[in-house]
């Protein structure tokens, strides 16, 4: 676990007591379960509004984490992919925090994600679903292009590293 952090915009705008921390310290896991079962409740196949409104404050502390420390997001990250094996949810893990990482703070954690990515072939899925939002063209992009080549790949759609290289292959 970590340590206490700054309240993320939930906690401060909304008055909630760290639903983040376990013991008085951020929880990267329930953070993660949270993140995920936001999605089951929003979008699973028994959506439940109030449910879903009561885990926001997951979606807001990753934003807040790309920020303060891209790492434990990318802990975070990885976490709450390690609980699930689901397409959709991989889905939205890669189209959320993932693809904010990149983008954000990806000179940050590049080398991380590369490491991941040459050891962990459901990391590479998750990756291929990201798309450049901008960072097309970038060193980190590159980067992340080849960390993805071999697959195994969520989507081929053009806008995902493996699209964009194939895109960039053809011209």
Same mark, same amino acid.
């Given at each position: 676990?970590?340590?206490?952090?700054?309240?993320?915009?939930?906690?401060?705008?909304?008055?909630?007591?760290?639903?983040? $921390?376990?013991?008085?310290?951020?929880?990267?896991?329930?953070?993660? *379960?949270?993140?995920? $079962?936001?999605? @089951?409740?929003?979008?699973?196949?028994?959506?439940?509004?109030?449910?879903?409104?009561? *885990? #926001?404050? &997951?979606?807001?502390?990753?934003?807040?984490?790309?920020?303060?420390?891209? !790492?434990?997001?990318? !802990?975070?990250?990885?976490?709450?992919? %390690?609980?699930? %094996?689901?397409?959709?949810?991989? &889905?939205?893990? &890669?189209?959320?925090? =993932?693809?904010?990482?990149?983008? !954000?703070?990806?000179?940050?954690?590049?080398?991380?994600?590369? &490491?991941?990515? =040459?050891?962990?072939?459901?990391?590479?899925?998750?990756?291929?679903?990201?798309?450049? #939002?901008?960072?097309?063209?970038?060193?980190?992009? @590159? *980067?992340?292009?080849?960390?993805? #080549?071999?697959?195994?790949?969520?989507?081929?759609?053009?806008?995902?590293?493996?699209?964009?290289?194939?895109?960039?292959?053809?011209?």
């Amino acid at each position: 676990m970590s340590e206490r952090h700054d309240a993320c915009a939930s906690c401060s705008l909304f008055g909630l007591d760290h639903p983040c $921390e376990t013991a008085g310290r951020l929880d990267p896991a329930r953070v993660a *379960r949270a993140f995920l $079962e936001l999605y @089951r409740f929003t979008y699973g196949t028994s959506p439940d509004p109030a449910a879903a409104e009561a *885990r #926001q404050w &997951a979606y807001n502390c990753i934003e807040a984490l790309r920020y303060t420390d891209p !790492d434990l997001a990318l !802990d975070v990250v990885l976490l709450a992919l %390690g609980m699930t %094996g689901e397409d959709d949810e991989i &889905a939205f893990l &890669a189209a959320g925090p =993932m693809e904010d990482l990149i983008v !954000d703070a990806g000179e940050q954690v590049i080398g991380r994600v590369e &490491a991941e990515a =040459m050891r962990n072939p459901g990391f590479r899925r998750l990756l291929s679903g990201i798309w450049s #939002q901008g960072t097309s063209g970038t060193e980190v992009w @590159r *980067r992340v292009q080849r960390a993805v #080549q071999d697959g195994p790949w969520l989507s081929d759609d053009p806008r995902t590293p493996q699209g964009t290289a194939r895109l960039t292959r053809k011209h």
